[in-house]
């Protein structure tokens, strides 16, 4: 049987007036580059899309996760998307592009990367996140509810497919390690360091009746590729639905609540997370709020139907809204925590420059 694999990769190569929006002449170019990646099979389909100023290439093909066909025609895609941007004067040209040449695949070069192989159902939809303006432990909360809360997904409780639970395979991104952990039974040592977004990241979902993939997430953190601030992460993650999975409203039920994220402003403060629809994915205010996308499609024959765009519902109006109060409260605080982000994550920011110059001027009392 032909097993599909879904790549998601994103990279922000150039913002139009400031880290806000994709130029069209950069999507342009990456849809030139997928379509002629497409005929001569490749990729077997793609979809073109950004999400502020990140532009996001979604994939199918059947070559496997971190194939090295597939992450250098995303790195050269990229690469001549910056070469574009920086003729066209875009603001931080070429930023997630952390290397100069490709060694193989994506991994420690600077894209965002999420990413699942599976053998097809007779009907198989997935969900698509793409959020800007924030790290990839802004996933760790809805993640856990989609896949661990019963009061959020109902199948866990109801329905026998979903009842044994999932495994969830944890990263630290600091020390660059990775635990397996089960829910139900494991579910206070999940929270005990999922909690912890800035460190502790959801990689990668599994059923556990079959070890069946059921969710993956990027976890790029371009601070400690870097060592310094270069912008903020961006994540991206793909969650398979229904049949055996979560339902689609389940997915996306979390996303109901705008719950605080890292990130925003220079990648410093904490704001609330607000689903937008691809039109509305450009944050302004303060940079921000930060803003997340979802995208429906069906994968038939590695082919991609679709896409739905799911935020796009009246039904997260009042999400919305609250998401712009709370945006009003967090910005209250200027440059005070909790708005601005604790000293551990000041560290990869430009802060420390600050520090330097006052270090000659304490003196102990």
Not at 98 to 114: C, E, H, I, T, W
């Amino acid at each position: 049987m032909v097993r599909t694999t879904v790549s998601v990769i994103k990279a922000d190569i150039g913002g139009l007036a400031g880290h806000h929006i994709v130029h069209p002449k950069l999507k342009e170019i990456a849809a030139s580059e997928l379509a002629e990646a497409k005929s001569s099979r490749i990729i077997e389909d793609f979809y073109i899309t950004s999400v502020g100023d990140d532009l996001q290439l979604i994939m199918t093909h059947r070559k496997g996760v971190d194939s090295s066909e597939v992450h250098g025609l995303a790195w050269n895609t990229f690469k001549k998307c910056a070469d574009a941007a920086k003729e066209l004067g875009l603001y931080g040209a070429g930023q997630d592009l952390l290397k100069d040449a490709f060694s193989g695949n994506l991994r420690g070069m600077g894209p965002g990367v999420a990413e699942m192989e599976f053998e097809e159902r007779p009907s198989d939809p997935i969900v698509v996140f793409m959020a800007d303006k924030t790290e990839p432990g802004a996933f760790n909360l809805p993640i856990f509810k989609i896949f661990a809360d019963p009061f959020n997904t109902a199948g866990l409780v109801i329905d026998p497919k979903l009842h044994s639970g999932f495994i969830f395979e944890i990263m630290d991104v600091i020390e660059s390690k990775v635990v397996e952990l089960s829910s139900p039974e494991d579910m206070y040592d999940i929270l005990s360091i999922i909690g912890t977004p800035s460190r502790y990241v959801i990689k990668r979902v599994f059923r556990k009746v079959d070890r069946e993939i059921a969710a993956s997430i990027s976890t790029t953190r371009l601070s400690l590729i870097a060592g310094k601030y270069v912008g903020k992460d961006d994540p991206v993650a793909i969650v398979r639905a229904q049949a055996g999975f979560p339902a689609l409203g389940e997915i996306l039920e979390p996303f109901s609540f705008p719950f605080l994220v890292a990130g925003w402003m220079r990648g410093s403060h904490a704001g609330p997370l607000m689903p937008v629809s691809e039109r509305d994915a450009r944050p302004t205010r303060f940079d921000g709020p930060p803003r997340i996308v979802a995208l429906g499609f069906q994968v038939k024959d590695s082919k991609l139907i679709g896409p739905s765009d799911l935020f796009s519902d009246v039904a997260f109006d009042e999400t919305r809204r609250m998401a712009n109060f709370i945006a009003d409260y967090m910005r209250r605080h200027g440059p005070f925590m909790p708005h601005r982000l604790g000293p551990e994550e000041m560290e990869y920011t430009t802060l420390p420059e600050v520090l330097k110059k006052l270090e000659g001027k304490f003196r102990h009392e």
